[in-house]
Each structure stands twice: as structure tokens, then as C-alpha cells.
């Protein structure tokens, strides 16, 4: 019988929707899933760690999962889901939470403890020192790209699915490594049921080009004014090119595990490792070790 149990906050005019596991007397956790991803994919997660004794508090980021998507006419930017995840622990009065983040998700993360680091109490990313640099010049060709892509998902709408298997096809083109059986274990927590069919459940909107590109000058800004203990857990080899295992020696201090054969997505391929280095790790933030 699981514990884990649906919760909504309004933050920032939205309501946004968390798994939340009560845990025990332990420091509570917050955990930011990564793109087009949300946070009932790391129910395994949550459980390990909530039976460690932590509140885990897994969000939806906007756009995503059961939250709200963004009014008509915006996008989503970095700056939105920051403001979302600091409006959610304001809502729920949680002060300082150890925060675990995956991918995109890790960047949130990271720019949450670098511009309010009062606000962290420790720092988990998975497989997430943010992504490549982007050259200046490409600015206005991104910019191009975005309008015509926003233009032709805004009125193409969300597409639909006949069947899980349907989903799981479109899920296995993203996913062509993934063992079977694990990634349809995803598909239902992914897709909701509508009329004709299923869709995903996220807003159609974060497939088309984003319309800046990403200034890794800045984000490394951020990394500097981290001061909160850091783990960087890796499953696959993301890190480990070169641009990108530079960024991470940024965070200084930072404990390493790597979960050999886990892949980017390790908290569908192997949660309970995960669960276990990270809770661990927060164990020795909180015994002073």
C-alpha cells in the first residue's frame, strides 16, 4: 500500500499539483522532475525516500503532469518554473528543503540555490549541469524557428492517441534504449484518458524551439553562488563531455555517484539505487558528516 498522495497549491495564479509523501521527522525534500517528464514517474523515488523519514514533495512544474498550463498567449521560460517552485514552498510554508532534481529540473535547482541560497538546505542533480552552451549569433535564428513553431502548435492543438500502445510507440521514439517493460510502466502515469483517445500530459508547447538561447555564462554565475551541499549523481554519460564535466567541477565540494547502466532517465531504470545514494547523501547533510 503506498503512502504517496495527490496535493494542489495555488502559487503565482496557478495551481500546481505535487505527489507528496508525509515521511517522518526527517528534512523535507522537494523534487523537480526534468523535460516533457512529472513527478508521478518517480514514485519509487519518493517512496525510498519518504521511508527514510523525509516529507518528499515531487512537483509538477507548470505545463506538465496535473499542473496548470500557462495562460493563453505566454510561454514557458527557466524564470517561470524558479518562480513556481519558490511560490510552492511559500504556499506550503516549507522554508529550507533538500531539493533533488533531474535534467532540466537540475537547472531549476541549481539557479534556486544560487540565487536564494538561504532557501536550500542541500543540493541532489540528476544528471543535470544544465545543458551545452549556445553561441550569440544563434539568437535570432532560435527566435524565427520559435515563432513559426508556437505558430503551428498553437493551432494544430494536442495530439491524440487511439491506445497505450499508440503511446508507447510515440514514448519508444524518444526512448529507443529503454527495456520494454520499464518504459511501459511509464505510460500510463504519462497520458490521460480524452475524448478519442489519450494525450500526453504535457502542453504541446514545450516541443516547439525556445525562443532564447542558453547563456551557460549565466547559469555558471549561479553554480558560483551555490553554497549548500551539492551531490551529482550520473547514470548516463552526459557529464562526461567535456564542456560539461568542466561545469560540474564548478560546484564546489560536490559528492559523485554514478549508477552504471541506469542511462539519463535512472529514476525509471533504477530507482531504488537512486533513492538510496540520494537519501544517504542527505542522511550526511543532516548528521554533519
Not at 498550463?69 to 514557458?76: D, E, K, Q, V
Not at 524558479?82 to 533533488?100: F, I, K, N, T
Not at 551541499?229 to 562526461?240: C, H, K, N, Q, R
Request: a negative charge; hydrophobic letters at 45%; glycine letters at 10%.
Amino acid at each position: 500500500m503506498t503512502d504517496l498522495r495527490d496535493l494542489t497549491v495555488t502559487a503565482n495564479g496557478l495551481r500546481h499539483h505535487l505527489v507528496e509523501h508525509p515521511g517522518g521527522a526527517r528534512e523535507p525534500v522537494l523534487l523537480l522532475h526534468g523535460y516533457l517528464d512529472l513527478a508521478r514517474t518517480f514514485a519509487r523515488v519518493i517512496e525510498g525516500l519518504g521511508a527514510r523519514g523525509h516529507r518528499v514533495l515531487a512537483l509538477d512544474f507548470r505545463g506538465h503532469g496535473d499542473t496548470d498550463r500557462c495562460p493563453a498567449g505566454s510561454y514557458y521560460h527557466f524564470a517561470d518554473y524558479l518562480a513556481d517552485a519558490a511560490g510552492v514552498l511559500d504556499a506550503l510554508g516549507v522554508e529550507r528543503p533538500h531539493v533533488v532534481a533531474h535534467s532540466m529540473g537540475a537547472t531549476v535547482g541549481t539557479m534556486l540555490a544560487g540565487a536564494l541560497p538561504a532557501r536550500v538546505r542541500s543540493l541532489s542533480l540528476l544528471d543535470g549541469v544544465g545543458p551545452p552552451a549556445m553561441p550569440e549569433d544563434v539568437a535570432p535564428d532560435r527566435t524565427a524557428r520559435w515563432l513559426e513553431t508556437a505558430a503551428k502548435v498553437r493551432a494544430r492543438g494536442p495530439r491524440r492517441m487511439a491506445s497505450l500502445d499508440d503511446a508507447y510507440a510515440r514514448m519508444r521514439m524518444s526512448h529507443p534504449e529503454m527495456p520494454e517493460a520499464t518504459l511501459r510502466a511509464m505510460v500510463a502515469p504519462s497520458v490521460r484518458a480524452v475524448e478519442g483517445g489519450w494525450e500526453f500530459r504535457f502542453d504541446p508547447l514545450h516541443q516547439t524551439t525556445s525562443p532564447g538561447r542558453f547563456d551557460a555564462a549565466a547559469f555558471e554565475a549561479y553554480i558560483d553562488r551555490v553554497a549548500c551541499p551539492v551531490l551529482l549523481v550520473t547514470g548516463s554519460e552526459l557529464a562526461g563531455f567535456e564542456e560539461l564535466a568542466k561545469r560540474a567541477e564548478r560546484y564546489r565540494g560536490a559528492r559523485r555517484r554514478h549508477i552504471e547502466g541506469a542511462g539519463h532517465m535512472m529514476h525509471w531504470t533504477a530507482p531504488d539505487a537512486l533513492a538510496a545514494h540520494v537519501g544517504d547523501f542527505l542522511a550526511g547533510v543532516e548528521s554533519g558528516g
